[in-house]
């Protein structure tokens, strides 16, 4: 246990930390807060978007605000963090701003999604009516004529 843990996180573009001799992991997930000492069981669990809080081994805290991710735990020291997007701080009341901002980013993301389908089917579903309501020339003949192909006249 005197080792420590080896601390990385990810996004698809960069690795932000690669540290070893970590003492602890704190982080949250939909259950709750957790965290995570040396010799931990693995473990796997998905991350809202959160901070990321750990210790170095003079003990320092560290954090890091992620949006949203995959934490691993290997062999008992081994923590990967895999994440959309990720921002390094010092500052805890900072990077807590930052985290609530990319909650409310993603609430707000996700209404205009569910408006848009919303107004998308409305729209078919009028585009419907007005085709099917019957008694009105809507362009579709009602049942549909077949066209015999050429020289159909005579029969």
Request: aromatic share 4%; hydrophobic share 45%.
């Amino acid at each position: 246990m005197s080792a420590g843990l080896h601390l990385t996180v990810t996004t698809p573009m960069e690795v932000l930390v690669d540290a070893s001799g970590v003492r602890s992991v704190r982080a949250e997930d939909a259950s709750g807060a957790f965290g995570i000492l040396p010799g931990r069981a693995d473990f796997l669990t998905s991350l809202p978007a959160s901070v990321l809080r750990w210790r170095d081994a003079g003990g320092a805290l560290h954090f890091c605000a992620l949006r949203a991710g995959l934490l691993t735990v290997r062999d008992g020291t081994h923590v990967a963090v895999a994440c959309r997007e990720g921002i390094l701080g010092d500052d805890l009341a900072a990077l807590t701003a930052e985290v609530a901002s990319l909650r409310n980013d993603e609430a707000d993301a996700d209404r205009r999604a569910r408006v848009e389908q919303m107004r998308l089917h409305s729209q078919a579903v009028r585009q419907l009516m007005r085709y099917l309501r019957p008694g009105q020339s809507s362009g579709f003949a009602h049942p549909p004529k077949l066209d015999a192909g050429p020289g159909a006249e005579g029969r």
